[in-house]
């Protein structure tokens, strides 16, 4: 078991009608100049907008509304450092999917300090001082309400990156299982998908313990039975909560305290793909993820297969060893199949054609030589190839 060092600062109030009992008191103690962000108008028609401006109508409310998925650096972040600065924010209240709590991350940090915002979210510059930031997350997918980090695209270099720090953990998420009744299928789908694989990028890796496994293989069950409810009766309550709690679970670390760390290959690859193309990021994850698992098979890894394989799809361990790898590689790409995810990168609009270009950009950019099971640029570009 490997040495750990572990604090989260956020305060997690789960469950339904929790933001209409709690957040005015929340919000009391951070300030009166709040600013809101918000994506591309999901929480108008759900109606979370009009409940939170009621419940905050005695604070100085600013807006940032348009952030997209994949969140971008120019316009959202720049111009929410501008008004944070302008304004002299107190708080920032995050309301929406992975994206638009991203974005409030990187504006939070990046809004305390004179440097070039870039600089901070590339960590060129240490983040000393962050605004705080509350979150009313409305997506099952990134875990961003419980971890430390964001991620920022930015359309001139094809550069998708992860910020990280200490201060922009929310200091309190609000997680209402009941808003994810609105979700599209698609991003369902997607969310689960993100999950699954942030729990299969700490569940293979060098060193690990008993624990961790069943806790993790019952995170992913839990997933797939749940995600199967929810495509029947996408207002299950019950399901929802569990796939929420999961899903808030996934980037923390607290899955895989003790282990060793994989690299986190299937993100980097990921990253590059919506990066480049803009796609959605648990598609693109369902796409990667067993062709990142054939490519990574054999004699060193093999143990890890075995254990998921038997773990989470109940393979009979009386199997040869091997056999049972190749059925949890199939078993997974299956699953993805069966609930209507994308597997392939022609159904997300991907050619070949930026393949090298990627592949590439990922050698120079993530570091997969040191990955628990290591990637130079021609196997990321040999992953890349199996996707399309
Ligand atoms: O923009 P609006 O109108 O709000 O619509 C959003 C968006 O179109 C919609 N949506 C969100 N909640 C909804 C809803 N629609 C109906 N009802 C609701 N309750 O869903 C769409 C996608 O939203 P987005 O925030 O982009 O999705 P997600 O939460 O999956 O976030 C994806 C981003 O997070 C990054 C990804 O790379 C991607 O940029 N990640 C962040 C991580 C983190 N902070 O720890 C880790 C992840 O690995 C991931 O990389
Ligand atoms: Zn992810």
Known sequence: MVNF???????????????????????????????ITWGGGSIKRSGLYDQVREILKDK?????????PNPKYDPSVLEGVRICKEKNIDVILSVGGGSVLDCTKAI?????????????????????????????????ATGSEYDRGGVISRTDTNDKLAYFSDLVFPAVSFIDPTYTFTLPVRQTLAGVSDCINHIMEQYFCGEHIMMNDAFMEGA?????????????????????????????????????LGNSESGWPMHAIEHALSGHYDINHGEG??????????H???????????????????????????EIAEKAIQSIHDFYREIGLPMTLHEVGIDGS?????????????GLENAWAPLYEEDIAAILRDCL
């Open 220 to 256: 992913i069950k839990s997933l797939m039975k749940n995600v199967r409810i929810v495509l029947e009766d996408p207002e299950n309550y019950e399901a929802r909560a569990e796939i929420f709690y999961a899903t808030t679970l996934g980037c923390n670390g607290i899955y895989s």
């Open 5 to 35: 060092d572990y604090q989260t600062p956020t305060r997690l109030i789960f469950g339904r009608g929790v933001v209409q009992e709690k957040l005015h008191d929340v919000m009391e103690k951070f300030g009166k100049r709040v600013l």
């Open 285 to 294: 994850l369902a796409i990667v993820t067993p062709r990142w698992m054939k």
């Open 108 to 140: 939070a940090g990046a809004a305390c300090s004179d440097a070039d915002p870039w600089d901070v979210i590339t960590m060129k510059v240490p983040t000393l001082k962050a605004i705080p930031i509350v979150d009313i997350i409305t997506l099952a």
């Open 354 to 366: 930026r393949i090298d270009e990627m592949a590439h950009h990922i050698a120079v950019n993530e």
């Open 296 to 322: 990574i098979l054999s004699e060193k890894t093999l143990e890890r297969f075995v254990a998921f394989g038997t773990g989470v799809f109940g393979i009979d361990p009386a199997l040869p060893e091997m």
């Open 60 to 68: 100085e409310i600013y807006e940032l509304p348009g952030i997209e």
